[in-house]
Each structure stands twice: as structure tokens, then as C-alpha cells.
């Protein structure tokens, strides 16, 4: 039974009524040709986040990113005016891909006054501009200004890069992003620059991912071992203590007693002395700015973690004094490639590094536990779907935004194919 209210309607779900209560069907995950209309429906649509700001540090830092379900690969660059500027890595001479060091599929960052194919040598600025063509003489009404990189829209913010594929943009990013998150502005993300990252190829449609870290009903059931064996009372449930819903973006909160205020037998003895685990650090810096009045918008007390999720592949879980990213990206109808990102307040003394360290391993240990569920589950889906004839699978309260996150992917399908054939959805 929660201990913590719900909506006057009786549950989260009938609170937003366009949701359903109904079984929802996961076709959406196991369809090859779910997943081509993906592509141009939500992947080039869509604003992707690719970055942080950090990652730019001055003039001429770049870093590509491969997104290989809309098929392309972006440069991402800081300009000689400080702008962040996005291009397509196509080398516009014979089409060669730009900016790459041993493998081609490989992503890779660094400084540079221009980018040079390492084909022909012809150069690019850092605006994109052809600068430069190999005996120029030898081509035919050649039109530098007009053969240069060619852009990929892109914005930023709170230090969030984001580049959207579209020939043009239906939505800016801040209209995309809505009230709800850009209610986060004024967040110090900026000042957690200390990052542990992890990345896995997975055997999963890369819905079923997300779908793990937007409902914590299955954390008594999978991660028993968050709670040492002489207190674990696996029978027992969980509840999160506020959902919320704007537009094709979610965000749950939990809430309950802090770790380090359980009873010494509740913790392991790594926690005890590290005084770092599974929610971070425990005595995280203070931040000494005023909170945004997006962060824990329930206003739940005593406040545990804020998940918002951005349409459509992107998380940030925001703990006390440190914050969590992971992003979702779809490699086929079956597998994807996944990061995670833990970013912390640099530490001052080693007792913070090995805190950071703590928590970082613990995530990953976790992660991989939810990890472990994908390959089971997508082969046992896509027998559902062949063979067994099972074809919808019931959702609970606590998994509210599962059903928004498959509702909303095929909202964005089905108008898709509506523009296509010219009949409303």
C-alpha cells in the first residue's frame, strides 16, 4: 500500500485520462518495419541530445556523434565566435566521411583550426566554410560558397546540445522542450564536470531500456541486493511519489527515508565507510544557488531522485548535489547502444573521489542487473508476437510512464504516416 498520495481521480494513470488503463501492446519493439518508420517519424524529427557544452571547452573543439538510426554522422564544433554549430561529417568533394581516426564508425573528439578530408585534403573552417580545394583550377564552375559543409540545426540548452535532422525544425528546442523541463534552467549542471561514463551494445529494442528506468516497480523483484539479506523484505512493494506528464516528456520523483538515516544494519559495511553508494555520495557539496522550481515539481518531502525523461531518448536523474544521463540509441529493431553518464562536483579530497568511485561501480552493477533482463525479454517478445499470439501485456499504476512513452512514440508514428498519405491519424 503507498504511503504517499494520489491524484483525486484514484491513480496516476486516470489522471491523465488519454492515457487508458487498458493492456498495451510492445509490437512497437519487436517490428523491423516499426522501426523504419522510426527513423524518419521520431529520429529525424525530433531534438537529440548529443552533448554537453563541456565537451567544447573553446575554439575549434569538436566531437562527432554516430546516429546511426537516421543514418548519418554529425560534427559538433565550437566556431571561432564561440558558436556551436552542427554539420553532416560528409566531405562535399566525393562524399567521404570527414572527420574520423582509425575506424570510420568510430566517434572522436579533439581541437582543430579546420577540418581536412584526409581523401582529396580539401578544408573546411570551422563555419563550414570551403576554404580550401587541391588544384582548384582543375574543376568546372566550382562554386566554393555554395559547397560547403552542409548544417544540422542545433542548439543548446542548460549546457544540453541538442541537433535536430529536419530540413526545418517544426518546434525550437525550448518549445519542444516545454515548461516542465526547461523549468530545470538554472540547475547547476555546469558545475559537475567530475564524469564516470559507461556504454553497452545491447540485444534490445531500445524502448525496452528505457522502459527499465521509468518505472521502479520491478527494484524489489530485480535488485533485492540493494538491501543487505537480514533486512530484505523482497514481498515488499515500491511507489513513487509523483508522476508527471508535458507533452511527449515525463518525470517521476521518489521519495522516502535517506539511505544514511536507516538503522546500520540496512547498509552494507562499503556504504558505512565510504558513505557513498547506490544514491551517491551521501554528503554531497552544497550548492549554494537557488533550485529551480522545476526540480522535485511534486514538491515531495523527504525528496529521493527526479527522472526526467526527454522524447525521445534521453534521461536525467537528478540526485542530491549530482546527476545521472543516460541516452538510448537504436542500432536496429532489436539492438541499441547505450550510455551512461554519472556526473558529480569535482572532488576536493580523496574521500570524495573514492565516494564518486563508490557510487559509479554501484550504478554499474545495477545497470547491468536491469541489463541482464533485455535479451530475455525481446526474444520472449518476439515469440509472443510470432508465435504465441500474445499480443497486449497489462501495465500498472507504478508503470504510468511506460504506457505514456509507447502511447507518445506511436502519436509520433501515426502522424508520420498520416502527413504521408494525406489522411488525418
Known sequence: MSGWPKPAEGSWTQHYPDLGTGPISFEDSVSPEFYELEREAIFRRA??????????????????????????????????????????????????????NDFPNEEVSGTCRQFTCKYHGWRYGLDGALNFVQQEGEFFDLDKDSTGLAPVHCEVWAGFVFVNLDREPRQTLREFLGPMITALEGYPFDRMTEWYEFSADNRSN???????????????????????????????????????????????????????????????????????????????PELDVAMPPGLNPGKVEPWGIDNFQIFPNIEILIYRGWYLLYRYWPTSHNTHHFEGMLCYQPARTVRERVEHEVSSVVFKEFALQDAGMLTGTQTALESAYATAGITEYPVGDQEILVRHFHKTVADWVDAYRAERTGVRA
Not at 75 to 96: P, S
Not at 213 to 235: D, I, M
Open 47 to 100: 531534438w537529440l541530445n548529443v552533448g554537453r557544452i563541456e565537451q567544447l571547452p573553446r575554439t575549434g573543439s569538436y566531437f562527432t556523434k554516430e546516429i546511426r538510426i537516421a543514418r548519418t554522422s554529425v560534427i559538433v564544433v565550437r566556431d571561432g565566435d564561440g558558436t556551436v554549430r552542427a554539420f553532416h561529417n560528409i566531405c562535399r568533394h566525393r562524399g567521404n566521411k570527414l572527420v574520423w
Open 206 to 284: 531500445w524502448k525496452l531500456f528505457a522502459d527499465a528506468f521509468q518505472e521502479y516497480y520491478h527494484v524489489p523483484a530485480l535488485h533485492t541486493q540493494q538491501v543487505p539479506a537480514a533486512v530484505r523484505r523482497p514481498e515488499n512493494g515500491f511507489t513513487c511519489a509523483h508522476f508527471q506528464l508535458d507533452g511527449p516528456h515525463r518525470v517521476t520523483s521518489t521519495a522516502g527515508p535517506r539511505r544514511w538515516t536507516l538503522a546500520p544494519e540496512y547498509m552494507y559495511p562499503i556504504e558505512r565507510v565510504t558513505r557513498s553508494g547506490l544514491v551517491g555520495p551521501w554528503q554531497s
